[in-house]
């Protein structure tokens, strides 16, 4: 499976009642009051945060490479009465009509990229579709491994309909070298006698402040400024989530 489809099916179905948290609108929109509009969150997912946004009336569009992620988000956006537009791309391959002031992924969707070059192509459509004095914001950080206590162990949720949903990390590999974990993830819907159960790799690429500073400059953008999620400046070896900010060099 690539990559860009795993959040496809029942990973799309389950995403919502096995959600632990969901991404904070504020550091968005500070970075959108910020950077002019109109805006484009990449990675959007089923909406969060860009019905909040699209809620305070900011023009913020999303793109996302999973249709099912992108029929929840407009079917959550009709429940709430908010409009919104959404293209079905994947990042590495953007092709908008029109450019943005502000482009910006919530959390650490960039290491869903599984590596450089994906990393690259995704950085050249930003630029390609960056207004002048546009800003980019790409938080990324460095994942730790599943502490192994926590492997085989069950999350459990039940879904509107009654379902039983089960959520478990089977297993993990992390290469060092090619900054890459791969944890595999099963998901589970039980409902009276009918069971569906997969099993799907879930890839992180991480980097380090060089070397995402030298693929931005590769694709022609310059990183302005690294902060904590709070827009404090942030240490050298901070491994905690980061937000780069780029413009145009
Ligand atoms: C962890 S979800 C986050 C969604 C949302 N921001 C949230 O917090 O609920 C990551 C999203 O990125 C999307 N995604 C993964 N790889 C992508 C790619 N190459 N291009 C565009 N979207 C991608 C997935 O389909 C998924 O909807």
Do not use: N
Not at 44 to 52: A, F, T, V, Y
Not at 92 to 121: C, K, M, V, W
Not at 184 to 208: A, K, M, N, Q
């Amino acid at each position: 499976m690539d990559p860009a489809d795993f959040y496809t099916g029942i990973v799309a179905d389950l995403y919502g009642p096995l959600k632990s948290f969901s991404q904070d609108p504020e550091p968005y929109a500070a970075f959108i009051q910020h950077a002019g509009l109109p805006a484009l969150e990449l990675g959007c997912g089923d909406g969060d945060p860009l019905l909040e946004l699209r809620r305070r009336g900011l023009d913020v569009e999303g793109v996302d490479s999973s249709a099912d992620m992108l029929e929840r988000l407009r079917r959550r956006a009709d429940e709430q009465g908010i409009r919104a537009t959404v293209f079905h791309q994947r990042m590495e391959a953007l092709d908008l009509p029109r450019s943005y002031r502000a482009i910006f992924l919530a959390g650490p969707t960039f290491t869903l990229l599984p590596d450089d070059d994906a990393a690259l192509a995704a950085l050249r459509g930003i630029r390609a579709h960056l207004a002048e004095g546009g800003t980019v914001l790409v938080p990324l950080f460095t994942p730790a491994p599943t502490p192994v206590e926590q492997l085989g162990l069950v999350r459990t949720a039940v879904a509107p309909d009654g379902a039983e949903l089960r959520f478990s990390v089977v297993a993990e590999e992390r290469d060092e070298l090619a900054r890459t974990q791969t944890t595999l993830l099963r998901y589970e819907r039980h409902h009276g006698s009918d069971s569906s159960v997969v099993e799907r790799p879930w890839i992180l690429h991480w980097y380090t402040r060089d070397q995402f500073e030298k693929l931005a400059t590769t694709a022609g953008l310059t990183v302005t400024a690294v902060t904590d999620p709070d827009g404090r400046p942030a240490p050298a070896s901070a491994t905690d989530l980061l937000h780069f900010r780029l413009q145009a060099t």
